[in-house]
């Protein structure tokens, strides 16, 4: 694939209709992100009200909650695949139709057989959606605010977790969980009509051969590059990379960056996250909070507080880097988790303790929805070229949700035997050795161009000590000196 094979470019759109476009794609993907992050959320009301209309065992509970899960796990490690074959946008697609038709199915399930059996397909969905969406939206933005629009994902995520809280609480009196599962079938279903209407991204057209088309579809996304320069660089970067199986990542350059992002997944989740997702109720009463205000609105707070955490990420990501908002993220983990080890530490919790304890679990979650949970979409987009991108993202994505699956395994069962004090001072030591791996590890690519971050990485993990040269499709007078890490 040559530089000769491009025509002249495209009569190039007006900078105010690709801003456009591009801030469509974003859009997009944001509102799969709401869907993605309500059906994760909406199961912790229904199953309150399920559990009585099936009967459930506290074995069939669990299967319930952790089903969800081990689809997406299948669905994380098919994800890149799929996207290669098939395309970004098509497994876009085929992402939303399936949140419409099993959401739809699982709130009019008969029993808990087909309950357990749909909420896996939606789980393989979901896997799916972790992996295409952050790719679709990092492929089809512009540099200046990729890491923004990457991190819109987890804005959306979270305020769909925060939509579930309060949607769970307005049905409650009711007790209509079939509702409470089956809402967000609307708009999955509306989300398919702008996906019919917009192209796939550059960079996938290029993989595929198709250059022209590739052509057209980066003047209508970007209009701050040349699109026919951009798209030969894109493709002289392809032309240098062998293939993009699960087997390249472990060869030279590639091993050092897999080993960044396998970490950096696995630290996302195992530091406790869904801890405090899955088991709030639990956590709380700990605490000493009793009523439906535990169920239901404390933990809508301490999601409103982390959505609040999550959009001043996106405004900053792009303006102070990477690299300051995970380690402030993780930090900030740390040291809440060390004032719930000396809550819990107490013994019998009362008054300002309860409260204390409260704030800390508040400002963990939103500590870490501003830096792990904001980053780890953006590095799973941007950390390898864009043959060994989708894979790369699924492989980061499939530790993220095996470290998840032990959390909602294993975390009652801690909480019980070992005391929550014991249980939160574990979970602090692993989030200390993940800020110590994270800035160890973890690049800074604010500003850079996606085929200019594979430098880091040949470079053994350090940005080359002279200039980057800049490509076309670098901003004019933007691009970012040359750092090392620390």
């Not at 309950?115 to 512009?142: C, Q």
């Not at 307005?170 to 279903?189: K, T, V």
């Amino acid at each position: 694939m040559s530089i000769a094979t491009l025509s002249a470019t495209p009569p190039p759109p007006s900078s105010g209709t690709a801003r456009r476009t591009g801030r469509l794609f974003a859009l997009t993907g944001a509102v799969v992100g709401v869907i993605y992050g309500y059906d994760t959320g909406s199961i912790s009301g229904a199953l309150v009200f399920l559990s009585k209309d099936f009967h459930l065992t506290e074995a069939e509970k669990g299967l319930v909650n952790s089903i969800l899960v081990f689809g997406s796990i299948v669905g994380a490690l098919i994800g890149g695949k799929l996207a290669d074959a098939l395309g970004r946008k098509a497994a876009m697609l085929i992402v939303a139709g399936s949140y419409a038709a099993f959401v739809a199915l699982s709130a009019v399930a008969p029993n808990v057989i087909v309950l357990d059996a749909v909420r896996f397909l939606l789980g393989i969905a979901i896997g799916i959606s972790i992996v295409a969406a952050p790719l679709y939206v990092a492929e089809s933005t512009p540099a200046r605010i990729r890491g923004a629009s990457v991190a819109a994902y987890q804005v959306a995520t979270v305020a769909g977790i925060v939509i579930t809280y309060f949607v769970n609480w307005g049905l409650s009196g009711g007790g209509h969980w079939r509702w409470m599962l089956g809402l967000s079938a609307i708009p999955a279903a509306l989300v398919l009509i702008p996906l019919l209407r917009l192209p796939d991204t550059p960079r996938w057209y290029v993989l595929k051969g198709r250059t022209e088309r590739a052509v057209e579809v980066m003047a209508m996304t970007d209009p701050d590059v040349d699109p026919r320069e951009e798209v030969a660089v894109v493709a002289s970067a392809l032309a240098q990379e062998s293939g993009g199986s699960a087997r390249s990542l472990l060869r030279k350059p590639y091993a050092r960056a897999a080993l960044f992002v396998v970490g950096l997944g696995f630290f996302c989740q195992i530091t406790g996250i869904n801890a405090v997702t899955y088991y709030s109720p639990q956590i709380f009463e700990e605490m000493g909070f009793t009523g439906s205000g535990q169920s239901f609105l404390l933990p809508s707070f301490v999601q409103l507080a982390s959505l609040a955490a999550t959009v001043l990420a996106l405004l900053i990501i792009d303006r102070l880097g990477r690299r300051v908002v995970l380690l402030c993220g993780i930090g900030t983990m740390v040291v809440m988790l060390a004032v719930l080890t000396a809550v819990f530490a107490r013994g019998e919790l009362h008054g300002a303790s309860t409260w204390v304890g409260f704030a800390a679990i508040l400002l963990f979650t939103a500590a870490f929805n501003f830096g792990f949970g904001s980053l780890i979409w953006v590095y799973a987009s941007e950390a390898f070229p864009a043959q060994l991108r989708s894979t790369g993202a699924s492989v980061m994505l499939t530790a993220d949700l095996v470290a998840n699956l032990l959390i909602a395994q294993f975390f009652p069962s801690l909480m019980a035997r070992a005391g929550a004090a014991l249980t939160f001072a574990g979970l602090g030591v692993l989030a200390l050795a993940a800020l110590v791996f994270a800035a160890a590890t973890a690049p800074e690519t604010k500003g850079r161009q996606l085929e200019d971050i594979q430098d880091y990485w040949r470079n053994g993990g350090r940005w080359p000590a002279s200039p980057v040269p800049v490509s076309a499709g670098s901003l004019s007078g933007s691009a970012v000196p040359p750092t090392t890490t620390p």
